[in-house]
């Protein structure tokens, strides 16, 4: 009989289910299943593939308010968030049954290589990949899991998933909507329990083709040297800047960075991080953002009231405000926030933060900014580029000629122009540069990387 653990509210601690521990037994089995899964999988027309998941789509919509009741209990999240998340779940496995069916190939101009004539038809089609380990991480449980288990699925592969060993109720609610929609058995397989041990064997064994690991910079490093040959998806951690330059919209840039920086506590890997302003708005830039921060309305992530709810836990928490102090002890001011009360954080501002700092430079994970100046557009580039990570950044300007300078400047995966990197729509490429991880994800991206095209040539004789 298997071993149960418990999944705790990071509010107050509270039981709210229990899961299996998984053992290196159960990866075993489960990827001798998907191997069978995905035999029969890619042999299923494209169609009955997509009709399973729009069953599954619609299973996710009416489940909608129960998802987001166990993404706020297990995660900490507020309900207004966790209802946002939980309604993105069955648009996703739309996308992802679409796309997923959407498998087109080339022709090949053959005749324009010398010494081939029209003898020789060549085309290339596509096909799934296999096995595909697909691991998530706790901050967004129920779309972070969907961004990898809808495309893989719509393009005929079997999944073996390992969800955050700190919210795998979300991921087994999801789970539950594909099994009830009819999907086979072991197309689909929820492990649980310890990231360390389950997840070494999983990215490991040579029977997996596809690896999708979405969480920190240095457990994707680790999984790139033991992965061996199979290919690899890893969006990584970040440090996200945001630019605004001295004739950007300061009413708007202060209204998205107050949103962008505390989302999810700043537990997202695309929250605004670091914000680098021209010398010349500064004092107007935070005249106009400390009271939209100080309006963030914390508390039980259950309250209808409460905007933001709780970091993970408490270690979590007690990281986050150290971090915070440290910068003030660096020389960084602290306008607002940075209080605890156990996994709660209050939202904070800390100004005159050396750009080169830990602060800065460190991925936070945590609603907290830190704000630098610049003199220049030039500068202000630079520094947005001076961390190891290149995920998402943001800038603010009104000149259009500034704005086509920065998209092209700055090294990020994914660049806003007049909004934060904290905005992503479920269809569009996702993913970073540098330490940020490589390939990506989006659905219509992340079937490309769970697909391999294959070359077909038809020789013929000449007429």
């Known amino acids: 009989m298997a071993t149960l653990e418990d999944i705790h509210s990071p509010f107050d601690g509270a039981v709210v289910g229990q899961v299996p521990v998984s053992t290196l037994a159960d990866v075993n089995d489960a990827i001798g299943n998907a191997v069978k899964g995905a035999e029969l999988w890619r042999r299923t027309p494209a169609h009955v593939r997509s009709a399973i998941m729009l069953k599954a789509a619609q299973l996710a919509d009416d489940r909608q308010e129960l998802i987001a009741q166990i993404i706020s209990s297990e995660n ?42 029209l003898e020789k038809l060549g085309f290339t089609i596509r096909q799934p990949v296999g096995v ?17 288990l809808a495309p893989a699925l719509g393009s005929g592969n079997s999944v073996v998933l390992k969800p955050a060993r700190a919210t795998p109720l979300t991921a087994i609610a999801i789970a539950q909507c594909f099994y ?37 910079t240095s457990t994707g490093t680790h999984i790139a040297s033991i992965a061996g040959i199979k290919k690899l998806s890893l969006e990584l951690g970040s440090s996200c800047p945001v630019v605004v330059l001295d004739d950007a919209d300061i009413e708007l840039a202060a209204e998205a960075v107050s949103l962008g920086g505390y989302i999810n506590a700043g537990q997202v890997c695309i929250s605004v991080q670091r914000v680098i302003v021209h010398e010349k708005v500064m004092a107007d830039f935070l005249s106009a953002l400390k009271p939209k921060v100080e309006a963030i309305k914390i508390g039980d992530p259950k309250s209808e009231a409460t905007k933001v709810g709780t970091l993970i836990s408490q270690a979590e928490a ?3 405000e150290a971090c915070i102090a440290q910068a003030v002890k660096d020389g960084g001011k602290l306008l607002t926030g940075g209080e605890r009360s156990g996994t709660l954080i209050k939202p904070a501002i800390v100004s005159n933060v050396d750009p080169r700092s830990s602060f800065a430079q460190d991925e ?13 557009t030039k500068e ?8 190891a990570y ?39 490429p996702y ?7 490589i390939g990506k994800e989006g659905v219509r991206s992340a079937v490309e990387e769970m697909t391999e095209v294959k070359t077909i040539i038809l020789h013929g004789r000449t007429w």
């Open 76 to 117: 900490g999240k507020s309900l207004v968030e966790a209802r946002g998340e939980a309604s993105r779940s069955g648009e996703i496995i739309r996308l992802g049954a679409f796309e997923g069916s959407q498998l087109y190939g080339t022709t090949l101009p053959l005749d324009a290589n010398k010494g081939t004539g």
């Open 132 to 148: 595909v380990v697909a691991i998530s991480p706790f901050n967004y449980p129920a779309l972070l899991v969907l961004h990898k």
């Open 180 to 216: 009830d929609a009819g999907l086979p058995e072991g197309v689909l397989t929820v492990l649980t329990g310890s990231g360390t041990l389950l997840g070494d064997a999983l990215v490991s064994d040579s029977r997996v083709r596809k690896v999708s690991f979405t969480g920190s």
């Open 318 to 320: 007690k990281r986050v």
């Open 364 to 376: 936070l994970f945590g609603p907290a900014i830190a704000v630098s100046s610049a003199t220049s």
């Open 380 to 387: 202000a580039i630079d520094l947005a580029n001076s961390t």
């Open 390 to 428: 290149g995920l998402g950044a943001g800038v603010f300007t009104k000149n259009v000629d500034l704005a086509i300078q920065s998209a092209r400047e700055v090294d990020a995966g994914i660049v806003h122009i007049n909004w934060t990197p904290l905005w992503r729509a479920d269809l569009m």
């Open 431 to 437: 993913g970073g540069l540098k330490a940020s991880g």
